[in-house]
């Protein structure tokens, strides 16, 4: 008999999500079948736990509801196995996802960090390849330079230093993320933290990239609402301001700011 996966999804469900039942549906369909898969709410209900059961998730209500970083750093601990993927609750993972991120996990068992290559979802429909997405491939390949693994403090901060173009959903984290909670006063770039703290850790990043996983734009989400309330402004210039001397990070900061007011995510 086949050993299941050292892995677990792990779905922070806010409220009522019409495309819950589509990722829990896309997690359940792996090819590498077996991964543990749970289901983590500080809005628990009967149809949410309905749901889960439909899927085969384990559930988990918590309280109080106080924000995304809780919400994550909740879901994250329910994981009973090494490798955990943070599964966002409105975007769908294809069927090939955790075999190609395990086959990488294989090729370098000190990996901290596993991303895919992902699409967006406008609707239920593939949103062409926008031009930020466009920049955030090239950051990724400035800070691999073709490499699948990187392991090298310089070239994992290099990575992170224009800005974040890691899709968290994307990533699986690995023991070597052991301890790096996400912070719980940051409301947009609690991933693009972690990862810096993360990249000043032994353990390699390592890229997969295939396009594994569809991340769904909506302006209900907490990236739009972030770009509305100033949050994603002052998050970016703290984060810069952790990675570059101060006019640096101020001409980077003001030049994602400009990026917002086009329209860039």
């Known amino acids: 008999m086949e050993r299941a996966p050292d892995h677990s999804f792990v779905v922070p469900a806010y409220g009522r999500s ?9 997690l359940a369909a792996q090819t590498l079948a077996g991964s543990e898969i749970v289901v983590s709410t500080s809005t628990p209900s009967d149809e949410l736990e309905a749901l889960a059961s439909r899927f085969g998730a384990r559930y988990f209500a918590h309280a109080p509801n106080a924000g995304i970083g809780r919400d994550w750093n ?12 943070v599964a966002h609750q409105d975007d769908v993972y294809l ?16 990996a901290s960090l596993v991303l895919t290559d992902y ?7 593939e949103r062409p390849r926008t031009a930020m997405l466009r920049i955030k491939r090239l950051l990724l390949e400035l800070g691999f330079l073709g490499r699948q693994n990187i392991r090298r403090e310089a070239d994992k901060l290099r990575l992170l230093r224009f800005g974040c173009p890691i899709a968290c959903p994307s990533v699986t984290l690995g023991p070597g993320a052991a301890g790096i909670a996400f912070r719980e006063d940051l409301k947009v770039d609690l ?28 302006e209900e989400s907490e990236t739009s609402a972030g770009v509305r309330d100033g949050a994603r402004e002052r998050e970016d210039a ?8 101060a006019p640096i990070a ?12 086009a329209g860039g995510d």
């Not at 909740?74 to 993927?85: C, D, E, L, N, Y």
């Not at 101020?250 to 007011?261: C, F, I, N, V």
């Open 238 to 245: 703290a984060m810069f301001a952790s990675l570059w001397p």
């Open 119 to 125: 699409v967006e979802l406008l609707g239920d429909d």
């Open 74 to 85: 909740m879901a994250r601990g329910q994981a009973s196995r090494r490798w955990v993927t």
């Open 18 to 26: 019409p495309h819950l039942a589509d990722c829990l549906a896309s």
């Open 191 to 218: 991933d693009w933290e972690a990862w810096i703290r993360l990249a000043r850790r032994p353990g390699a990043f390592c890229f997969v990239r295939a396009r594994l996983m569809a991340h769904r734009i909506h």
């Open 250 to 261: 101020a001409l980077l900061a003001r030049a994602y700011a400009h990026s917002y007011e």
């Open 95 to 110: 069927p090939g996802f955790l075999a190609e991120t395990m086959r990488a996990v294989e090729a370098a068992p000190d």
